[in-house]
Nanobody, 120 residues
Framework: QVQLVESGGGLVQPGGSLRLSCAAS????????MGWFRQAPGKEREFVAA????????YYGDSVKGRFTISRDNAKNTVALQMNSLSPEDPAVYYCNRVQWGNIYGLDPWGQGTLVTVSS
């Protein structure tokens, strides 16, 4: 099990950008594929993006393709989510988690997440 702490959320105007970060504990971070998820009020948690152990491969949920980019730094045990062209459909609490490559489900207990608000 990996301890995960998300940060970087905040208020942004429609069309704006935000960069989220997730810091992971443990010495085996590079052994895991990682993902970002989000949950809006009253909705189920939704898969956003995933990145392979090396960072060489990624895949995205349909609603964020072309706008969001996931990346990782194994030396710093962090995974980031660059969010561009934010829209009123993007506000949610964003979470990171380990994923099994090719799947869209988190493997560990969820952390507190970081809140993203999109408003003018």
């Amino acid at each position: 099990q990996v301890q995960l702490v998300e940060s970087g959320g905040g208020l942004v105007q429609p069309g704006g950008s935000l960069r989220l970060s997730c810091a992971a504990s443990g010495r085996t971070f590079s052994s895991y594929s990682m993902g970002w998820f989000r949950q809006a009020p009253g909705k189920e948690r939704e898969f956003v993006a995933a990145i392979s152990r090396s960072g060489g491969s990624t895949y995205y949920g349909d609603s964020v393709k072309g706008r969001f980019t996931i990346s990782r730094d194994n030396a710093k045990n962090t995974v980031a989510l660059q969010m561009n062209s934010l829209s009123p459909e993007d506000p949610a609490v964003y979470y990171c988690n380990r994923v099994q490559w090719g799947n869209i489900y988190g493997l560990d207990p969820w952390g507190q997440g970081t809140l993203v608000t999109v408003s003018s």
